[in-house]
């Protein structure tokens, strides 16, 4: 089962770059990598998912090096919106079970 | 609109109550999920259906029952409730099972079910 571990909690202000990097030491072969928003009462929402190298869509960037043992989601030029807890998470093939990372709460200041 | 939704949103009860928490989805999903969330945020599994068919079964009080009478609605029914079990509950549904090999299919969640007990 891949574990996950990423910071507690980063500060930014609006308009600055963002980057949360989350380690997976233990990553399979088979498994992608998924980073999912989580704002005040409501539930988790798909940002991004990768395998290797970069994928970027509208809302952010995910850089996976070719170790693939850890990876980066990059939020450019954050707003006020983009409070939220952010999880990193490792599909496990082999037993069907996903391991959310505790989340990285990310507090953008005016 | 097209979402993952569960009722109600808020539940409060006294401890050794029975209560359920109802979840549908309306995407087409083959496989539906029952998420704990408790106070320091962490996510945990505890039930998968896929296709109406239990996958996985994590560590958790035989109190917790699901039960999927169609593969578009996957209900929780918690008995003797404790204080213990006083958590935000979150609904999902992706559609192939998470962690598949090849690709891992995004899940969506419902609000939560935030419940209470007193």
């Known amino acids: 089962l891949a574990k996950t571990t990423q910071p507690i909690s980063m500060d930014s202000y609006e308009g600055q770059e963002v980057n949360i990097t989350c380690s997976h030491n233990n990553i399979a072969t088979n498994d992608y990598i998924t980073w999912y928003q989580q704002f005040p009462s409501q539930g988790p929402r798909f940002i991004i998912q990768g395998y290797k190298t970069k994928v970027t869509n509208e809302v952010a960037s995910l850089f996976i090096p070719a170790d693939r043992k850890s990876s980066t989601l990059s939020l450019p030029r954050v707003s006020l919106s983009d409070t939220a807890v952010y999880y990193c998470l490792v599909g496990d093939t082999g037993n069907y079970k996903l391991s959310f990372g505790a989340g990285t709460t990310v507090t953008v200041r005016a | ?118």
């Open chain 2, 1 to 118: 609109d097209t979402a993952v939704s569960q009722t109600p949103k808020y539940l409060v009860t006294q401890m050794g109550n029975d209560k359920s928490i109802k979840c549908e989805q309306n995407l087409g999903h083959d496989t539906m999920y029952w998420y704990k969330q408790d106070s320091k945020k962490f996510l945990k599994i505890m039930f998968s259906y896929n296709n109406k068919e239990l996958i996985i079964n994590e560590t958790v009080p035989n109190r917790f029952s699901p039960k999927s009478p169609d593969k578009a609605h996957l209900n929780l029914h918690i008995n003797s409730l404790e204080l213990g079990d006083s958590a935000v509950y979150f609904c999902a549904s992706s559609q192939d099972p998470a962690g598949r090999s090849s690709y891992n299919s995004p899940l969506h969640f419902g609000n939560g079910t935030r419940l209470t007990v007193t």
